[in-house]
């Protein structure tokens, strides 16, 4: 009865909310939009390639909010459209909120495309992507983003990343946008807030939240430019959030976890070029250089969080980041793959990792709040010998480079580590010297201070004061780790300044300074 009664809910949520949303959504919005893009305000967008598909996508905003519409769409090899390899009609509604998703199949792989949307005689932007490579492939090349926040500014990595001719694809690792209302969370100076002014719960809230962020020019046209491969983190639905709760839902004034749960993930599926499936996680095949794998650690399995280390249930049997199904999965994909590097899309930190201030050692959102399953995971691979693992992780909104192993104070020293990660900052959202209100200096030397041995020895590179974003090359030979920072996070500017170079030669499992 429960369940009927989320159900009932839910389809009422959208049979209340569709018919209006047009105007409710794009009023507000009005100063935003761009005219010359009418009715594409928000772009074009592409994801989730494989080696012979991939998923392109579109908001229509139509004159008449209470009809079905019918959109044209084509692909091609030139954005001349001279030879458009694949064509057909979509047709969407309010139910969709008048988003626009198809899945192209029968491409060739690793091959650039350009497509494009029709209604009403009016033609979209023309978008650009690529599949994914195959064994032909010498290297590839990713962008890693996460933690794009509205009110802290200008989107400077996505506008640097947008004029990259080089990128296979962008990996976004979650917190794509923020929940909080007006002025609950960001840099009050910037000018940019957000809307609704009040937290997002409805679906309407989150379409709107979701519509804000792509009237940005520097983030429609990342989308515009290449594919991006995404997974949600926990702002997309509610700060810290699980499976079954969240530390910034309130039932008594938001309602039922589940409703919104529900809610978040419809706009998410709507808003991102991602492939519909029952659950997110999910892999991606280039050839014998990678296997992508993407973890969801947030609405699968992950169970609630502990107060502290010292909680006396944080090793409970049934205590889970992913959860028995996606373990399942995960372990599956790792022994299945002849890739030379497993790329692991990972939201919170993986390895171990003292922040080092006095009330706060261990993150109990991240992995060291799970170590349970992540010693099982590792195991995993030390007895199945899975080597050439490397985690790419957000959520933290610094930078780092930790060699990976689940007792940096015992077997990493005689064994070494079993995996390496590397951590892109936020594109904006706060980072250390912003959050706590000190010094760029004082944050060097924090840095400094947990950096190595003794409190760290895995760990090999911290940055926690600059915004960016995270270059990952792959060859047979080596994964290569490159952090590109913005001058400025409230000054408008693509210029990049390379902050650190690292490297992983195969077979080492080490984070070696690049030559």
């Not at 159900?7 to 209340?16: E, G, H, K, Q, R």
């Not at 030397?445 to 792959?474: C, F, V, W």
């Amino acid at each position: 009865m429960k369940h009927l009664t989320f159900l009932l809910s839910f389809f009422v949520i959208l049979a209340c909310e569709a018919p209006t949303e047009l105007s409710k959504l794009e009023d507000p919005l009005k100063h935003l939009l761009d005219p010359s893009l009418k009715p594409f305000y928000y772009g074009v967008a592409s994801g989730d390639p494989l080696q012979d598909a991939v998923i392109i996508w579109t908001k229509v905003s139509p004159e008449d909010s209470l009809k079905q519409i019918e959109v044209e769409w084509n692909l091609a090899t030139t954005d001349q459209f001279d030879e458009i390899v694949a064509k057909g009609t979509v047709t969407t509604s309010p139910d969709d909120g008048y988003t626009v998703k198809v899945d192209v199949k029968g491409l060739t792989e690793g091959t650039r495309y350009y497509y494009r949307f029709i209604y009403n005689e009016q033609v979209s932007m023309i978008g650009r992507t690529i599949t994914a490579t195959h064994e032909s492939a010498k290297n590839i090349n990713l962008a890693v983003v996460s933690c794009s926040n509205y009110e802290f500014g200008p989107f400077n990595a996505y506008g640097a990343i947008a004029e990259r001719n080089d990128l296979n694809a962008v990996l976004h690792l979650g917190d794509y946008i923020y929940e909080y209302g007006e002025r609950g969370y960001g840099d009050t100076t910037t000018g940019r807030f957000h809307f609704p002014k009040h937290e997002i719960v409805s679906l309407l809230d989150y379409r709107t939240r979701y519509a804000q962020y792509r009237t940005d020019a520097d983030l429609r046209e990342a989308h515009q430019m290449h594919p991006f491969i995404t997974i949600w983190d926990d702002h997309e639905i509610a700060n810290n959030s699980y499976k079954t709760g969240a530390q910034n839902h309130q039932s008594e004034k938001e309602g039922d976890y589940e409703v919104r749960k529900a809610t978040a993930k419809k706009a998410y599926y709507e808003w991102l070029p991602v492939r519909p499936g029952k659950e997110l996680y999910r892999s991606f095949d280039y050839g014998n250089i990678a296997q992508l794998i993407m973890l969801d650690e947030r609405l699968t399995g992950r169970t609630a969080p502990v107060a502290s280390v010292s909680d006396p249930i944080i090793n409970r049997e049934g205590r889970a980041m992913l959860g028995d199904a996606q373990l399942s999965w995960f372990k599956e994909q790792l022994s299945n793959s002849n890739a030379t590097w497993k790329i692991i899309g990972n939201q919170v930190i993986f390895s171990y990792l003292d922040w080092g201030y006095p009330n706060y050692k261990l993150n109990m959102d991240s992995w060291d709040g799970y170590p349970g399953e992540r010693a099982a995971i590792l195991d995993y691979f030390e007895v199945n010998e899975i080597d050439n693992v490397v985690f790419v992780t957000g959520d933290t909104h610094s930078s780092w480079a930790l060699e990976v192993t689940d007792d940096p104070f015992g077997s990493y020293a005689e064994k070494g580590a079993l995996a390496v990660e590397y951590g892109t900052t936020s594109v904006n959202s706060a980072n250390s010297n912003e959050e706590y209100g000190t010094t760029d200096e004082m944050v060097i030397e924090h840095e400094q201070n947990i950096t190595g041995a003794p409190s760290n020895p895995q760990l090999k590179y911290t940055n926690m004061r600059d915004h960016g974003y995270l270059e990952l090359s792959l060859s047979p030979e080596r994964a290569s780790a490159t952090w590109y920072y913005t001058p400025s996070r409230v000054i408008p500017s693509r210029e990049m300044i390379v902050g650190m170079e690292k490297v992983t030669p195969v077979g080492s499992n080490q984070v070696l300074d690049r030559d």
